[in-house]
């Protein structure tokens, strides 16, 4: 059974780099063809595409999100981090992991497993 589990801190300040780790265990980041992303869900808001990196390591962000998003990968350890620099009171969501079908749709609905999600607050 696939299991993803995020990992970070819950507060961060603005202006700061927020960095979160996705641990997946049950199956591997490098197996053809899937795709390991990022989503977050703002209160009272719907799900956000942020990013995902692919099995051969190559990444795609979200254009509203590029120039400030940054995903890498540890195969040894079986994770994924996603970086999110220049924080505003805007970024404060639950962040997700999740894995893709397959089928690289690179959408919250093209995902067949998530993580619990976990809160992020920006605020000084």
């Known amino acids: 059974q696939m299991e993803l589990q995020e990992s970070g801190p819950g507060l961060v300040k603005p202006s700061q780099t927020l960095s979160l780790t996705c641990t997946v265990s049950?199956?591997?980041?490098?197996?053809?063809?899937?795709?390991w992303g990022w989503i977050r869900q703002p209160p009272g808001k719907g799900l956000e595409w942020v990013g995902a990196?692919?099995?051969?390591?190559?990444?795609y962000y979200s254009p509203s999100l590029k120039s400030r998003t940054s995903i890498s990968r540890d195969t040894s350890k079986n994770q994924f981090t996603l970086q999110v620099s220049s924080l505003t009171p805007e970024d404060t969501a639950v962040y997700y992991c999740?894995?893709?079908?397959?089928?690289?749709?690179?959408?919250?609905?093209?995902?067949?497993?998530w993580g619990k999600g976990t809160l992020v607050t920006v605020s000084s």
């Open positions: 049950g199956g591997s980041i490098t197996t053809n063809y899937h795709y």
């Open positions: 999740a894995r893709d079908k397959g089928d690289a749709s690179l959408v919250p609905d093209g995902m067949d497993y």
């Open positions: 990196i692919g099995y051969s390591g190559g990444s």
